[in-house]
Each structure stands twice: as C-alpha cells, then as structure tokens.
C-alpha cells in the first residue's frame, strides 16, 4: 500500500540537532526525498537517497535510511532558525512516472 | 537557470466556474507534475505529463485535466469548481528521461480560492 508517515511536530533549540523521521510502507520504493516548505511558499529539494543506500550527507544535512524498518530520518546539524519549516517526506516507487507520495510534513519550531 | 514559474500566483473564483493553472518547466525539463495541497489531505498527485503525454494519474475526478504543449509548458484546468477545491496547486518539472523516476522541481504554487 501507499502510505507515508511522520510525526507533526518538532521544537528545538537553536544551535542543537534536529532529526525528523519518518516511515514508509512501499518497499518497492526507488527514491526517498526531503523537501522543505517555508510560508506562502512551494517545496524545495534538500535532499534525497536512492532506496539502496543507508546514508547520505550534505553539508548540515544527514539522511539515514534503515530498509528493513522502512524508517528514514534527516538530521539537521547546527539548527537555525531559518531552518523554521515544513519537512515533507516522500517516496517515489518503480514505475510510478514521477509520482511523489508524501508524509503529512513535520512542522520544525526553532527557538532561541 | 530560471527555476519552474506557475501563474497566475492567487485566483479567486466561485463555485461552478471553471479555471486553468499554468506552469513552465525548468528549461531541458520534459516532466511536468501537478499537485494539490490542502490543510486536510496534504499533497495529493494529480498527474504527469511527459512530451504532450499524460503518463501517470492520480485519484482525481475527471473535472481536473491537464495537457502539455510542444515546449513543455503545461496547463491544468478544473470545470465546475466546487469549494473543496480550494487549495495551493503545485507544479514540478524533471527531466523525465528515465522513464521511472527523477528528481522533480517545484514552482511556488497557485493559491485557488472557490467562494
């Protein structure tokens, strides 16, 4: 089935970590990605991992891919508070033609 | 590179109207994807064009179509609006030439407003 799951919510100090996780059903799954959305804005590409890598790492951003869980996470390194955002997780499968299957999005708060 | 541009960025209509939404691509992009985002269903595909062909379609009515043009540049139209298709459109092109997937670019929305 499709279905893509993350937790609502996450507050964080400015300065620490951030890690959003996220679970995914499709093992079918080919890409896995990370899009941001700020206010009044449309989706911007962070980052994402092919489904038969464990890691990737991009400057302040880490992607973790655990395949037998079916559990992604993006860990922010340094958090500022322009990182204030919705983060989207999604899954693109074999033959789907570019369609994206998205979690709910987790809403950062960063606080000084 | 200019990034994916969508128009118009606000619209308001009434229930019954009709409306279309345009988007262009990413120059060398032949993919164009469209997407609704609303606060209780989130993002839901809508469908995916790929050289003036419709690919992939999500679970949509048929009052939502779409079409793409000989430069890529894509158009969706929705007939006979109802309020609940009030929402922010999205648009994303790619590259499209692995037949599977790619990376996918997104454009700022249309925020569609039905009264």
């Known amino acids: 089935g499709e279905d893509v799951e993350q937790s609502l919510f996450l507050s964080v100090r400015e300065g620490d970590s951030s890690v959003i996780n996220c679970t995914y059903t499709?093992?079918?799954?080919?890409?896995l990605y990370w899009y941001k959305q700020e206010p009044g804005a449309g989706l911007q590409l962070l980052t994402y991992?092919?489904?038969?890598?464990d890691m990737k790492q991009d400057q302040r951003l880490t992607v973790l891919l655990n395949k037998k869980d079916k559990h992604l996470s993006l860990r922010i390194a340094d958090t500022q508070t322009g990182d204030s955002a919705i983060y989207f997780c999604?899954?693109?499968?074999?033959?789907?033609?570019?369609?994206?299957?998205f979690g709910a999005g987790t809403r950062l708060a960063v606080h000084p | 590179k200019a990034g994916v541009t969508q128009t118009p960025r606000y619209l308001i209509k009434t229930r019954g109207q009709q409306v279309t939404l345009s988007c262009s691509p990413i120059?060398?992009?032949?993919?164009v994807s469209w997407y609704q985002q609303t606060p209780g269903q989130g993002l839901q595909f809508l469908f995916e064009?790929?050289?003036?062909?419709?690919?992939n379609k999500g679970n949509f009515p048929g009052r939502f179509s779409g079409r793409q043009f000989s430069n890529s540049r894509s158009e969706m139209n929705v007939s006979t609006l109802e309020l609940g298709d009030s929402a922010l459109y999205l648009c994303?092109?790619?590259?499209?030439?692995?037949?599977?997937?790619?990376?996918?670019?997104f454009g700022p929305g249309t925020r569609l407003t039905v009264l």
């Open positions: 994303a092109s790619s590259l499209g030439t692995s037949g599977d997937t790619d990376t996918q670019y």
């Open positions: 499709d093992s079918s799954s080919t890409y």
């Open positions: 991992i092919f489904s038969n890598m």
């Open positions: 999604a899954e693109s499968k074999v033959g789907g033609y570019n369609k994206l299957i």
């Open positions: 120059s060398g992009h032949r993919s």
């Open positions: 064009y790929f050289s003036e062909t419709q690919r």
